[in-house]
């Protein structure tokens, strides 16, 4: 979902009943890794949260900015991104049965209501990011 907007804070007021999620999720993720840098993304197909930035590029020659943790509201709910990985596998993935009634994909973990999810796995997961994030090697897998 695209919303819009074009500052952290329009991000939060354009949320709508959502805003109360973001922000304790922001929170969380600030707390659990202060070394990574907040920052937004504007990108052509979402808009999200990003916590630090960094340059991928694929062997292929396609390369991007991405974020370490991205936080998105989607338009059937909130996706908490970690391009973070160890083991050959994203925190996600290996973490997911352990974050309550959640989807998730590789490095994506979706959910609809904040007492579906985890906090205090959310926030173990986000700290291992941040500190896993200090090596290149584990981002972008």
């Known amino acids: 979902m695209k919303l819009e907007a074009q ?9 709508g009943e959502r805003e109360p999620l973001l922000r304790k999720l922001d929170g969380i ?11 937004f993304l504007n990108q052509s197909s979402m808009t999200m949260l990003g916590y630090g930035p960094y340059h991928y590029k694929y062997a292929s020659g396609r390369e991007g900015d991405g974020a370490v943790i991205g936080l998105a509201a989607q338009k059937n709910n909130v996706s908490l991104y970690i391009s973070v ?57």
């Open 85 to 141: 990985g160890k083991d050959g596998r994203y925190l996600p993935e290996i973490h997911g049965k352990r974050l309550g009634k959640v989807n998730c994909g590789k490095s994506c973990i979706r959910f609809k209501k904040i007492e579906d999810l985890d906090l205090g796995v959310v926030e173990e997961i986000c700290r291992e990011a941040g500190g896993l994030s200090k090596s290149q090697s584990h981002l972008q897998m």
């Open 7 to 15: 500052s952290r804070k329009e991000y939060f007021a354009a949320a």
């Open 29 to 39: 993720i600030r707390r659990a890794a202060p070394d990574l840098k907040p920052f």
